[in-house]
């Protein structure tokens, strides 16, 4: 299950406050009509055809966009089921998009920020805070993804790169429809969910633009858990 698409509705107020918005990822359809509808507003996006995992693409993407004042990575792989049954290649795919990727574009995006600074965020999960049946390799990851972001929160906060995290509960988009359309499932997800229902991508939006924003110029090495709740009990 690629998460990636949890990422399309983000941009759009960026622009707003007259920023130039890169949209990237393999997919180019979905991309495209979506850099088109925000043109077609008015706002500034263009978007690039880019494999996270692949560092010679990340390197080459982040020289053609030149200095960065954000990233946002919510690219994401999920491979379900039961421990003693992993497979290695299921966790060599899920470690290669959900921790080496995430790694790669913090660093290369780091490397391109300025005296200013500026803000890396991580879409990561509410998985990266607790466990969860079928979900060992999944956990692993976003764990390790929060233990990066507070590292690198650590160590480039002198340069002004505040590093963040979001972790969003079950995000209702076509990817998940297959697990929303199981009422087992849906019953079980919306049990955990204090205020419930499922998340949407615009309640992932304002965390976003929060962290990337002035207003949270003090937060930095965090997670804001975008959950309605599960983690609390």
């Given amino acids: 299950m690629d998460r990636a698409a949890s990422g399309w509705a983000a941009p759009w107020r960026w622009p707003r406050r007259g920023r130039h918005v890169v949209v990237a990822a393999r997919g180019q359809a979905e991309l495209q009509a979506s850099v088109a509808e925000m043109q077609g507003a008015g706002l500034s996006s263009e978007a690039l055809a880019l494999d996270v995992t692949d560092r010679a693409a990340v390197v080459a993407a982040m020289d053609r966009v ?28 899920v470690m290669a998009v959900n921790v080496k990727a995430a790694y790669h574009l913090a660093q290369e995006a780091a490397r391109r920020m300025g005296a200013g600074g500026g803000s ?46 979001v972790c969003p509960t079950f995000i209702r988009t076509p990817l998940t429809e297959p697990t929303f359309a199981d009422p087992e499932k849906r019953a079980w997800i919306e049990s955990k969910i204090k205020l419930g229902r499922v998340g949407r991508v615009e309640d992932i ?5 929060f962290l990337a924003s002035d207003a949270a110029a003090m937060v930095t090495g965090t997670a804001i858990l975008v959950d309605g709740g599960w983690t609390a009990g």
């Fill in 66 to 93: 030149g200095p960065l004042d954000a990233l946002v990575n919510s690219a994401g792989l999920a491979r379900h089921g039961p421990a003693l049954e992993t497979a290695e290649a299921d966790y060599d795919a």
């Fill in 205 to 209: 939006m304002g965390a976003v633009l």
């Fill in 120 to 165: 890396i965020i991580q879409i990561s999960s509410q998985m990266g805070h607790v466990g969860g049946l079928d979900r060992a390799v999944y956990c692993a990851s976003k764990h390790a993804v929060e233990g990066m972001t507070k590292a690198m929160a650590t160590e480039w906060g002198g340069r002004g790169i505040r590093v963040n995290t």
